[in-house]
């Protein structure tokens, strides 16, 4: 079974800056997409990037395209998610989840904390 | 990048049957095959319960169910039990990006 474990949430200013990390304990972690979700407080779901398994593809949605950078270290079962000049309402629970196909989301991590204040 | 509509609440009593919708677009839902369907209980991370419109991962129960029309796809919860009480989402491949969630549902068992 898959386990993703992220971590690097934490209060910051505005404008500032965090790094999270995704860990997983999977033998095949370099078959497998890696997404980045996050979860505002008392909200919904929403779908912030992605990266391929060979790290060569990516995708942001556009709030955070140019603030945001997603990257991995598959010697290292790690994706990382690179949070620049950020905003109050980038306040929300970051989700790390597995796809090995399109729009399916297996496994998911228990979420880091990353608030932002004014 | 507007988000799938899925009605805000929806309630049943034990044993009956619930039906959430999820409406999107000839962009998204109505596009591909690619729908799934999250299980969110307070202060957990999301499940995937049913991928690909219909199919259910290994261990999740038989009463949930899957299916699409057009751009409306449907969750259908059989057997109401205490425990199907949480928050559910809907997702969905995009033409214009890999993933868009719905609104989100919460189910009450009365």
């Known amino acids: 079974e898959v386990q993703l474990v992220e971590s690097g949430g934490g209060l910051v200013q505005f404008g500032g800056s965090l790094r999270l990390s995704c860990a997983a304990s999977v033998f095949t972690f370099n078959n497998y997409w890696i997404n980045w979700v996050r979860q505002a407080p008392g909200k919904g779901l929403e779908w912030v990037a992605n990266i391929s398994p060979d790290g060569s593809r990516n995708d942001y949605m556009d709030s955070v395209r140019g603030r945001f950078t997603i990257s991995r270290d598959n010697t290292k079962n790690s994706v990382y998610l690179q949070m620049n000049s950020l905003r109050v309402d980038d306040t929300a629970v970051y989700y790390c989840a597995t796809a090995v196909s399109p729009g399916k989301l297996d496994y998911w991590g228990q979420g880091t904390l990353v608030t932002v204040s004014s | 990048q507007s988000a799938l509509t899925q009605p805000a609440s929806v309630s049943g009593s034990p044993g009956q049957s619930i039906a959430i919708s999820c409406t999107g677009t000839d962009s998204d839902v109505g596009a591909y095959d690619y729908v799934s369907w999250y299980q969110q209980h307070p202060g957990k991370a999301p499940q995937l319960i049913i991928y690909d419109v219909s199919n259910r991962p290994l261990g999740v129960s038989n009463r949930f169910s899957g299916s699409k029309s057009g751009n409306t796809a449907s969750l259908t919860i059989s057997g109401l039990q205490a425990e199907d009480e949480a928050d559910y989402y809907c997702?969905?491949?995009?033409?214009?990006?890999?993933?868009?969630f719905g609104t989100g549902t919460k189910v009450t068992v009365l």
């Open positions: 997702g969905s491949s995009s033409i214009s990006r890999p993933m868009v």
